[in-house]
């Protein structure tokens, strides 16, 4: 039985990426009322490439996401 956190393409097979997104000159940029619109565009994003955003944390000068 395949695994269903196993996706594949034309050429590729993945499972998932982890991406980290910095603020290299605005350390507490990365707040609550930013993070939300931030998680909401980068769902759409994903979902415009045919990819689901799995989990979306963010920290102050750090946001964390797992695309599938």
Partial sequence: MPD???RSGCSVVHQ???LVFTTQY???ALTGPILTPCEEI???VC???GGEL???NGEIDQAHLVVH
């Fill in 54 to 56: 799995h989990e979306f």
């Fill in 4 to 6: 269903p956190d196993v």
């Fill in 16 to 18: 998932h990426a982890q």
């Fill in 47 to 49: 979902a415009d490439f």
């Fill in 42 to 44: 980068m769902r759409a």
């Fill in 26 to 28: 605005r350390p507490g």
